[in-house]
C-alpha cells in the first residue's frame, strides 16, 4: 500500500494542536500543584492552631513556650518586700491550697504569656477541686518574661498588683481574673494601672485605698524582680514551668499532661499517703 500523504497544512496544525495540548497539561498540573500546597498550607495552620488552643499537654504549648524563653523584663530600684504570707525560698512563691496538702504543684507563670493562660484555662477547674479537697497546694512563682521579649512593662505591674491582691488575702481569685481577661501578647494593657484596678473590682472586696496605693507605687516590684531571677538561675525552659512534687511533668513530651492524669498523680499521692 503507498504511503498516506498528509497535506503539510493539516500535519502543521495536528503539531500545533499537539503542542497546545501539551501546555495545556503542563499548565493544569501547575494549577493543581499550587492548589494541593495552598491545601497543605491551610492544613498545617489549623494543625497548630488546634495544637495551641486545645493544650492539654506539652505538645500543645511547645512552640509557644519556646517563643516565651529569653530575656525577662528588670524590675530595679528599692528594697524587695514579699507580700503577706510569701512562702518558700527568699519568700519568692504565693501558696494556695492548705498548708497539709499531700501533693504541691509549683507553677513559674507571667501573666502575659499565652501558654500561661493556655494551661490555667484548661486546668483551672481541676486544680481548685484538688485544693478544696485538700489534696493540693500551689506555689505560685511570678516572672517577667514577656515584658523582655515583646518589651513594656504588663507582666510586672500585672505581678505586683497580683501580689498587692495577696496582701489583701484575695490573690487566688485575681489571679483567675487577670488569666481570664489576658489582653494580646503584643498588648501592654497590663502596665496601665487603670486596666489592672478595672479587673480588680470583678473580685470583691479587693479594690480598697490601700491596694490602689500598693499598685500605683509598685510596692512589690523588686520582689517580682528576685522571682525572676530565681527563674533564670533555675534554667527552666520557658513559661509556664510546672512541677508536681519536684517533678517537671509538663516537660514530658513522651507522657504528655492532661488535667486528668494531674488529677490521678495527686489522688495517687494522697492515697499512698493514707489520706
Not at 501573666?111 to 506555689?139: M, N, Q, W
Not at 487577670?178 to 480588680?200: G, H, M, V
Not at 500605683?216 to 527563674?231: L, P, R, T
Request: glycine share 10%; aromatic share 6%.
Amino acid at each position: 500500500m503507498p504511503p498516506r500523504f498528509v497535506p503539510q497544512g493539516v500535519n502543521e496544525k495536528n503539531h500545533g494542536a499537539n503542542r497546545e495540548a501539551k501546555r495545556s497539561a503542563r499548565e493544569r498540573l501547575q494549577q493543581e500543584r499550587e492548589r494541593q500546597k495552598s491545601r497543605d498550607k491551610r492544613r498545617r495552620t489549623l494543625i497548630v492552631a488546634g495544637a495551641v488552643v486545645g493544650v492539654l499537654g506539652l505538645a500543645a504549648v511547645v512552640g509557644v513556650i519556646a517563643a516565651n524563653t529569653g530575656k525577662g523584663g528588670a524590675a530595679k530600684g528599692g528594697p524587695a518586700v514579699a507580700p503577706s504570707g510569701a512562702t518558700g525560698k527568699d519568700a519568692l512563691a504565693i501558696q494556695t491550697g492548705p498548708d497539709g496538702a499531700t501533693s504541691t504543684l509549683v507553677v513559674w507563670e507571667d501573666f502575659r504569656c499565652p501558654a500561661c493562660k493556655a494551661f490555667e484555662d484548661a486546668y483551672r477547674s481541676t486544680i481548685h477541686e484538688l485544693e478544696a479537697k485538700g489534696r493540693l497546694k500551689v506555689e505560685y512563682h511570678l516572672v517577667t518574661l514577656i515584658d523582655g521579649n515583646m518589651g513594656g512593662s504588663g507582666s510586672l505591674k500585672a505581678a505586683n498588683a497580683a501580689a498587692c491582691a495577696q496582701d489583701a488575702g484575695k490573690f487566688s481569685a485575681f489571679h483567675d481574673v487577670l488569666f481570664q481577661n489576658q489582653p494580646a501578647e503584643t498588648d501592654d494593657a497590663y502596665s496601665k494601672d487603670a486596666k489592672l484596678i478595672e479587673l480588680a473590682r470583678k473580685v470583691d472586696g479587693l479594690v480598697t485605698p490601700t491596694f490602689e496605693k500598693c499598685v500605683a507605687d509598685g510596692v512589690h516590684n523588686a520582689w517580682v524582680g528576685k522571682s525572676y531571677e530565681a527563674f533564670a538561675k533555675g534554667k527552666f525552659r520557658g513559661t509556664p514551668t510546672i512541677l508536681l512534687d519536684g517533678k517537671d511533668i509538663f516537660g514530658d513530651q513522651a507522657d504528655p499532661l492532661t488535667p486528668q492524669k494531674l488529677k490521678e498523680k495527686v489522688e495517687a499521692a494522697a492515697k499512698g499517703s493514707g489520706s
